[in-house]
């Protein structure tokens, strides 16, 4: 059970995670696979060992826009702790590859009714999200892009644990909902001020701290509301608390 790197699963008692772990079973996740399409009743819950998947909203015929991003923090699927009556109104999308553990819908609900540690958890989840949707909006409307750019690289970096974000310029725009020479002239003047280092189908932020001073303090705000939510469950699997990641 050591091996589990879903934060949320890291956060059960041995016992709960034992029986989550048996309900469900561990899948790869392909770049740009697509895990739940919009419309479409969803047949499975993922929680992400590795790997970043983004969430779109329709904007147009075929215009998605990036609404949040799941990594190894949270899991795909949240409304089905709610309820299996609705189509969903969001795509869910594979942009970095990685891996996941997989449950059906009626095991997950099963999950949720009956073992309580997990049902506080996901509903914890549940609830950093709406802060996360709430503030993205509030940030598409309020900052610039690069402020936006700064806030989605940040939050990517920390969904990935990793400094090292696999994503081409244009893969970088449609999530934003902008024009890619926008985003271009962003990310080199990040680039010139040394705070990321740009390479073909990827980019390394090399000064995360600086690169938060030039972001808004949206960021801030999504990642203190993630550790708020779920900083009182006990972490059994985890060294410390839920902030250890992030």
């Not at 075929?62 to 799941?70: A, G, P, R």
Request: one cysteine or more.
């Amino acid at each position: 059970m050591s091996e589990v790197r879903n934060r949320l699963l890291r956060l059960l008692p041995p016992d709960e995670l034992k029986q989550v772990l048996l309900l469900s079973e561990e899948v790869p996740l392909t770049k740009r696979q697509v895990l739940h399409r919009y419309g479409v009743r969803m047949q499975h819950v993922y929680f992400i060992e590795s790997g970043l998947v983004s969430v779109g909203a329709k904007v147009g015929p075929q215009k998605f826009v990036e609404v949040w991003l799941i990594g190894s923090e949270g899991l795909a699927g949240i409304h089905l702790a709610l309820t299996t009556k609705t189509q969903p109104m969001h795509r869910r999308i594979v942009q970095v590859a990685g891996a996941a553990n997989r449950l059906t819908v009626d095991r997950f609900q099963h999950a949720i009714a009956s073992l309580p540690t997990f049902r506080s958890v996901v509903h914890a989840y549940i609830a950093s999200v709406l802060i996360q949707t709430a503030q993205s909006g509030a940030c598409n409307t309020s900052h610039q892009l690069q402020q936006r750019l700064g806030r989605w690289l940040l939050l990517a970096r920390n969904a990935l644990e990793s400094d090292e974000i696999p994503l081409t310029h244009q893969v970088l725009a449609q999530l934003l909902g902008v024009r890619r020479a926008g985003v271009t002239e962003c990310l080199l003047q990040l680039r010139r001020d040394g705070l990321i280092e740009m390479m073909r189908g990827r980019l390394v932020v090399r000064d995360a701290f600086r690169l938060a001073q030039v972001s808004c303090d949206c960021w801030s705000l999504i990642e203190r509301e993630y550790e708020r939510q779920l900083l009182n469950i006990y972490a059994p699997n985890s060294d410390s608390l839920v902030h250890e990641t992030r």
